[in-house]
Each structure stands twice: as structure tokens, then as C-alpha cells.
């Protein structure tokens, strides 16, 4: 996972100006993706907040991300457009067709990824957990199956 240091942005409309770095933890390259292509814990369900501080991560390795979709009610709010740092993302919401425990990222290259997404509020043993097995290359689980190894009731 990522650490480093809490990042500022410029006051406004814009993005949040403080917030922590993303937890993240992707596959190796070298691997085919599987249905997730890595694991990210947010600390809120605040969309805005917690995607600028991925894409201050995600863009500078994979490409300036344009575009997300995720699954409709799965963020405390569902809006178009997110603003970021540097620029604004277009968002897409779906009721079906896309796991719920999942981010899809779109970059200008037109590369996509798919994240899933460890649910805010998860104890830290599980969510390490969990992020783990979502960059492992050896496993291909969808983000409802890797729910359901850590809770076999999800």
C-alpha cells in the first residue's frame, strides 16, 4: 500500500484542499488483469474526497483517469462529475452489469480498470485482507466473491 504524505489542493469548487493518501494495492503489471485489478479502501463514502486522493495516486502511474462508472448507491451521493485534482471526471452509475464492490477506471488512453472497493468502514484486519487478495494474480474473484470470503453472509 501507499504512504505517503497527506496531500493540498487549491481552495474552491474544486476538490477537497486536505485529505490522506489512497490505500491501494494493485497487481503486479506483468499479470493479466482479473476481474479486479487491485484492491482501495476508502475512509468515507464521500466519492469526491476519496477519488481525488486515489487519481492523485493512480494518475501518475496509469494515465489521467477521465472517466468512472461504479454501481448505483454504492457512494453517498451519485454525481456526474467529480471535480479532481487538475481536472474533472465524468461519472457513470449503473443498477446492474457492474459488481457493486467495484470502481471502474477509465484513462484517456483508453485503459480501463477495475478496483474493488473495500467498504469504508472495515476493520483493518479484514480490509488488509481483503486488498490483498484483490491484487493477488493468482486469484480472479469478483469483488462480491471477495466480500464473501471475508463474510460469508455478504
Do not use: K, Q
Request: proline letters at 12%; one cysteine or more; glycine letters at 8%.
Amino acid at each position: 500500500m501507499n504512504a505517503p504524505t497527506t496531500r493540498t489542493s487549491s481552495p474552491g469548487t474544486g476538490p477537497p484542499t486536505s485529505y490522506p493518501p489512497a490505500r491501494l494495492a494493485l497487481r503486479p503489471p506483468t499479470f493479466p488483469a482479473g476481474p479486479v485489478c487491485g484492491g482501495w479502501w476508502p475512509r468515507t463514502d464521500d466519492l469526491v474526497v476519496e477519488l481525488t486522493a486515489l487519481l492523485d495516486v493512480f494518475d501518475t502511474t496509469h494515465g489521467r483517469v477521465t472517466r468512472i462508472a461504479s454501481h448505483r448507491g454504492s457512494w453517498a451521493t451519485d454525481p456526474h462529475t467529480l471535480p479532481v485534482t487538475d481536472h474533472t471526471v465524468l461519472a457513470t452509475w449503473y443498477t446492474s452489469g457492474l459488481d457493486p464492490y467495484t470502481i471502474r477506471l477509465f484513462s484517456h488512453r483508453s485503459r480501463r480498470w477495475d478496483l474493488f472497493v473495500v467498504p469504508p468502514g472495515s476493520e483493518a484486519g479484514a480490509a488488509a485482507r481483503l486488498m490483498s487478495a484483490a491484487a493477488d494474480p493468482a486469484l480472479r474473484l469478483t469483488g462480491s466473491a471477495l466480500m464473501a470470503t471475508e463474510d460469508p453472509a455478504a
